[in-house]
């Protein structure tokens, strides 16, 4: 089993910035993906950014030169550091992982984002 805890989430002006943070617990050597999608009420989770299984980083195209996601391997810690912030990033942000032997993909239990005046 994986645990992943996000933190980070919060009120922001537009414009502003926020970083995410997800800490992973477990067996976490066998991560194979992990990255971040977002929640707006009504619609299905959507994929912000990931570093897929092949070493490489995928942003969706809404986000693409305003968030960056990394992480430290000393931590356990993916980041997603966004910036320029508008009020269409206002969502729920959920952290997520894909573990090799299981089927299902694990889940953090999101953190809220709010961009507004």
């Known amino acids: 089993q994986v645990q992943l805890v996000e933190s980070g989430g919060g009120l922001v002006q537009p414009g502003g910035s926020l970083r995410l943070s997800c800490a992973a617990s477990?067996?976490?050597?066998?991560?194979?993906?992990m990255g971040w999608y977002c929640r707006v009420p009504g619609n299905e989770r959507v994929l912000v950014a990931a570093f897929t299984s092949n070493g490489r980083t995928n942003y969706a195209d809404f986000v693409k030169g305003r968030f960056t996601i990394s992480r430290d391997n000393a931590k356990n810690t993916v980041y997603l550091q966004m910036n320029s912030l508008n009020a269409e990033d206002t969502a729920v942000y959920y952290c997520?992982?894909?573990?090799?032997?299981?089927?299902?993909?694990?889940w953090g239990q999101g953190t809220q984002v709010t961009v507004s005046s």
């Open positions: 997520y992982a894909d573990v090799g032997g299981f089927s299902a993909r694990f």
């Open positions: 477990g067996i976490i050597f066998r991560i194979k993906e």
